[in-house]
């Protein structure tokens, strides 16, 4: 165990993080995590609504080929 004297005597980055630092430090993961997931959100509503156009065309296109298969 350190003296409080010897405590003193290191240097800061010996010491560690204050807890300042480690509370900023957390807010800008948080931060950065929130933009991640906004970015990545509008992709995936994108992708699903490409997949339903997909879908949709298959259908229109099944349902043709049906109508003129019944003439």
């Known amino acids: 165990m350190l ?4 405590f ?3 240097s800061q980055s010996t ?3 204050t807890l300042i630092e480690l509370v900023i430090g957390m807010m800008v993961i948080g931060i950065a995590i929130v933009m991640l997931t906004s ?6 509503d994108r992708a699903a609504s490409t997949l339903q156009r997909v879908r949709s065309a298959e259908l229109a296109h099944s349902v ?3 109508i003129w298969g019944k003439r």
Do not use: D, W, Y
């Open 64 to 66: 043709i080929n049906e």
């Open 8 to 10: 003193n005597q290191l």
């Open 39 to 44: 970015m990545l959100f509008p992709q995936a």
């Open 3 to 6: 003296s409080k004297t010897q």
């Open 15 to 17: 010491r560690g993080f």
